[in-house]
């Protein structure tokens, strides 16, 4: 079973993804910010990453560039789930190390096909 983390300050947003997800067969660990994130993914291998940008103790950008410097997370998948759509923060995202990125609110389908298309 692949695993997916889902790093976010917004509980509901968590259980969103954490629903969606599990119901197609996916198994979900949930963080409330990079800090946190970054400890379960050196806990737990994920096969994916979801992540919120904006976050109290270290922020959505921060946590992947931080996450890419461990070997194993060197080809992991990871998404940008966030409110922000402008350009230059997309671009950041990329360079940080993103795969790719979803704008809040997102609907429940696109966020599978989205899991579905990188986990293969």
Not at 38 to 50: D, E, G, K, N, W
Not at 102 to 115: D, G, N
């Amino acid at each position: 079973m692949k695993t997916v983390l889902t790093v976010d300050d917004s509980a509901s947003v968590r259980q969103m993804v954490r629903l969606t997800l599990s119901g197609a067969g996916y198994q979900v660990k949930e963080a409330g910010d990079g800090a946190e994130g970054l400890r379960q993914a050196q806990a737990t291998p994920m096969s994916m990453v979801v992540t919120d940008l904006n976050m109290p103790v270290m922020d959505g950008m921060t946590f992947i560039r931080e996450l890419r410097k461990l070997p194993a997370y060197k080809g992991v998948p990871i998404i940008f789930l966030t409110t922000e759509s402008d350009a230059a923060r997309k671009m950041e995202a990329k360079q940080a190390g993103a795969t790719g990125w979803i704008t809040k609110p997102f609907e429940q389908a696109q966020l599978l096909a989205i899991v579905k298309k990188v986990l293969g």
